[in-house]
Structures are given as structure tokens and as C-alpha cells.
């Protein structure tokens, strides 16, 4: 998480951004059936792509990975949608 975060100072000073640090915010990546599971902060990017179960699948050869301030992650995740998620793939 922390090296996706890499950002200017400048970004973070921007009243949206003021969540987004490594400690106020939880990462989650879509399965291949359209879950979600959340990657723990200081697992590797690779480690994650690598797991057998639950599998998470590399989208238009990118990798999708939401990161959602600790706050909002409740509702977010009821917002969340395992159809809405598979459906959007068809077009890829």
C-alpha cells in the first residue's frame, strides 16, 4: 500500500486526499467470481496475485486494487455488488 501511496507532498494536502495514508485506509481487490477480499497492508502486491484461494484476476492485464478510507469501508462494501462486478467484466 505504502508504495502505491508514493505521492508529492502536495497531493495530501488536498482536503480529499486527507484520508489516504497507509493507516487510515483498508485495500481490497476483486475475485475471479466478483467478491472481494482485503490485502492486508503489508502484504506484496505478487503475494496476493499469486494465492490460489481466493484468486484474484488481473483485469485488462491491470491489476485492480480499491482502497477505501477505514471509514467508509462498511458501506462501501454493502454498496458492492458480486453481479454489477461480473457484468462490467464482459466488456473487457
Known amino acids: 500500500m505504502e508504495q502505491v501511496l508514493q505521492r508529492p507532498d502536495s497531493f495530501f494536502e488536498n482536503p480529499k486526499h486527507k484520508d489516504f495514508t497507509p493507516k487510515k485506509l483498508q485495500a ?3 475475485t475471479s467470481t466478483g467478491g472481494l477480499i482485503k490485502v492486508g497492508k503489508k502484504v506484496a ?4 496475485l499469486m494465492s490460489q484461494k ?4 488481473l ?3 491491470s491489476l485492480r486494487i480499491y ?3 477505514k471509514d467508509d469501508v462498511s458501506g462501501w462494501i454493502s454498496t458492492w455488488s458480486k453481479e454489477k462486478a461480473l457484468s ?3 466488456g473487457n
Open 28 to 30: 481490497f481487490m476483486e
Open 45 to 48: 502486491l505478487n503475494e496476493a
Open 54 to 57: 481466493p484468486k484474484a484476476p
Open 59 to 61: 483485469f485488462d492485464h
Open 67 to 69: 482502497f477505501v478510507p
Open 88 to 90: 462490467a467484466r464482459k
